[in-house]
T-cell receptor
Framework: ETGVTQTPRHLVMGMTNKKSLKCEQHLGHNAMYWYKQSAKKPLELMFV???????ENNSVPSRFSPECPNSSHLFLHLHTLQPEDSALYLC?????????????????FGPGTRLTVT | TQLLEQSPQFLSIQEGENLTVYCNSSSVFSSLQWYRQEPGEGPVLLVT?????EVKKLKRLTFQFGDARKDSSLHITAAQPGDTGLYLCAGAWGGTYKYIFGTGTRLKVLA
């Protein structure tokens, strides 16, 4: 596997279900991100992890719970979601933004998980 | 709320035509990136620009960062059906990891 992989690619869940999205990066990066992409809205940053530590929670509801056990893996645990949470959830990785020599943190995205909440 | 406005929102052109899409903001960015996203896939990074006035070329694609680092443009020469997709710009401030994404331009190139 190369790049950033995400599983599952499609997920349909009821509002009372609990499910998890998985992301794995094979690029040797130390920063990982969750984004939400809804129709007609710009990509929204949800969470950022740098060296396994969460450094950003962009006012995301608690029904979304991220987990980063190591620099290569990122999870998004979902419970009691709402229909408006239906969207494409994208994972990305980049070099650590602690690198003082980097002026930009090029993010590499996975293919996304298309989530439908019924 | 900082916004990156992209224009046009939609563009449908014939194969062989040229086009330009724009990314504008009132904010000054330390770097700006362009991505292309195809249906059912994640965005794929095309280019990063970091210097005001910088021009980068990627085959038939030409990217320019505005002198004031508030705007950028993407010009495609002799568009091909394979160029079809959603083009996104993303800007970041002060060497941070926090990119703000634009509203997107959906391009369709007809054979």
């Amino acid at each position: 596997e190369t790049g950033v992989t995400q599983t599952p690619r499609h997920l349909v869940m009821g509002m009372t279900n609990k499910k998890s999205l998985k992301c794995e990066q094979h690029l040797g990066h130390n920063a990982m991100y969750w984004y939400k992409q809804s129709a007609k809205k710009p990509l929204e940053l949800m969470f950022v992890y740098n060296f396994k530590e969460q450094t950003e929670n962009n006012s995301v509801p608690s029904r979304f719970s991220p987990e980063c056990p190591n620099s290569s893996h990122l999870f998004l645990h979902l419970h009691t979601l709402q229909p408006e949470d239906s969207a494409l959830y994208l994972c990305a990785s980049s070099q650590s933004y602690r690198d003082p020599f980097s002026r930009s943190y090029e993010q590499y995205f996975g293919p996304g998980t298309r989530l439908t909440v019924t | 709320t900082q916004l990156l406005e992209q224009s046009p929102q939609f563009l449908s052109i014939q194969e062989g035509e040229n086009l330009t899409v724009y990314c504008n903001s009132s904010s000054v960015f330390s770097s700006l990136q362009w991505y292309r996203q195809e249906p059912g896939e994640g965005p794929v990074l095309l280019v990063t620009v970091v210097t005001g006035g910088e021009v980068k070329k990627l085959k038939r694609l030409t990217f320019q960062f505005g002198d004031a680092r508030k705007d950028s443009s993407l010009h495609i020469t002799a568009a091909q059906p394979g160029d079809t997709g959603l083009y996104l710009c993303a800007g970041a401030w002060g060497g941070t990891y926090k990119y703000i994404f634009g509203t997107g331009t959906r391009l369709k190139v007809l054979a």
